[in-house]
């Protein structure tokens, strides 16, 4: 535990929407300090009182850690730069996720694994809400490998980061609400996929569907749960209560279903459970709500900052 020093870190790709999150959150925290933080066009702006400089400037030595915001293909060569310096980072790119080179970041899941690791992967926006969505279902062995496991997902513009990009203007998405990547061609299934069989020892089959919802941040996923037998209210409740019993950064919301408002600002994910009534074989649905940028990205990562460092988990974070 760091109790007087602050903790340098650097933040790679600040000026993007998960990095201008990470600072905003880091100048909350009450042990880490920001040491660096980088752009690429954005070099000279300020975000959060940080002046930005060219991430290829960055000192990297002069941090402990190093958060990488950069985008996929192009994180994995700047962290593979930081760790030959012998500096910790998290990746928030998807360059890692798969690879056995670093740890996994869901928190929830990974703990004494982060806590040693020297290289986390941030989980994805959409697979942090259906992973923990699922994962105590499959741990227990009540989702049927025989039928699919349906998502249904829908994402604020965030999502799709802050470059300009014209199927996202304004004009474009306001009032609209419209499907993409179907047919399960979406870039995060095999992680849904990977972590589903790593935590819950679960490989059938999911059926994953994005959506594009005009509203600035959150994701709320609909999920179709084929279950080997039948769960009432009370009893599906209670598991996901058991499962996550303690957790700060999860909430159960008993009776209702969650929205965007339980979760937008928070390092949080909402989950709801309701069985299907209606049908020959049983069936559970459950929702599961995040802050894409914040459980869903910089907040994560700032938690799995805290267990690497030996800060409380929940330092500089609203959950
Ligand atoms: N948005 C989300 O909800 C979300 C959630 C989870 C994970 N992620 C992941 O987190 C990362 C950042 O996402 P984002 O949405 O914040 O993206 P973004 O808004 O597009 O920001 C990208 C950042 O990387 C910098 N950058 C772009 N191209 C670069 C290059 N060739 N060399 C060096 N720096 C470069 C940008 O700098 P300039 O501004 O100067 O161009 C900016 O700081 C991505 O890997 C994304 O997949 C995003």
Redesign the pocket.
């Known amino acids: 535990m760091h109790n007087h020093a602050r903790v340098p870190v650097g933040v790679l790709?600040?000026?993007?929407?998960?990095?201008q999150e990470l600072l905003r959150l880091l100048a909350g925290h009450p042990g880490a300090s920001v040491a660096f933080a980088t752009?690429?066009?954005?070099?000279g702006e300020t975000v959060e009182g940080q002046r930005l400089i060219k991430?290829d400037d960055a000192q990297v030595a002069r941090a402990e850690l190093v958060f990488s915001?950069?985008?996929?293909g192009?994180?994995g060569r700047y962290v593979n730069d930081v760790r030959a310096a012998g500096v910790r980072a998290v990746d928030?790119?998807?360059d890692f996720r798969l690879s056995a080179e670093a740890v996994y970041g869901l928190t929830e899941f990974a703990r004494p694994r982060v806590a040693t690791a020297e290289l986390v992967a941030?989980p994805?926006?959409y697979p942090t809400a259906a992973l923990l969505a699922l994962i105590p279902l499959a741990k227990r062995g009540l989702i049927d490998p025989g039928r699919e496991v349906v998502i249904d997902a829908a994402s604020g513009v965030?999502?799709?980061?802050?470059?300009a990009r014209r199927e996202l203007l304004f004009g474009e998405v306001a009032e609209d609400y419209r499907a993409y990547a179907a047919g399960n061609t979406h870039r995060h299934l095999p992680e849904v996929r990977a972590g589903l069989a790593r935590e819950g020892g679960f490989s059938g089959d999911l059926v994953f569907t994005p959506h594009l919802l005009p509203v600035k941040r959150g994701i709320l996923e609909t999920i179709h749960v084929p279950l080997t037998r039948a769960l009432d209210q009370g009893a599906a409740e209670a598991l996901y209560e058991e499962a996550y019993a303690g957790e700060p950064c999860v909430l159960i919301t008993r009776g209702a279903l969650p929205s965007l408002k339980d979760v937008v600002y928070r390092n949080r994910v909402a989950i709801g459970v309701v069985p299907v009534s209606g049908v020959q074989r049983p069936r559970l649905t459950v929702i599961a709500a995040i802050d894409?940028?914040v459980k869903?990205?910089a907040g994560q990562a700032v938690q799995n900052m805290n267990v690497m460092l030996g800060f409380p988990e929940t330092a500089g974070l609203a959950c």
């Open positions: 790709g600040a000026s993007g929407y998960v990095g752009a690429e066009t954005a070099a991430t915001c950069l985008p996929h192009v994180s928030l790119s998807a941030n994805g926006c965030t999502g799709a980061g802050r470059n894409n940028l869903g990205a």
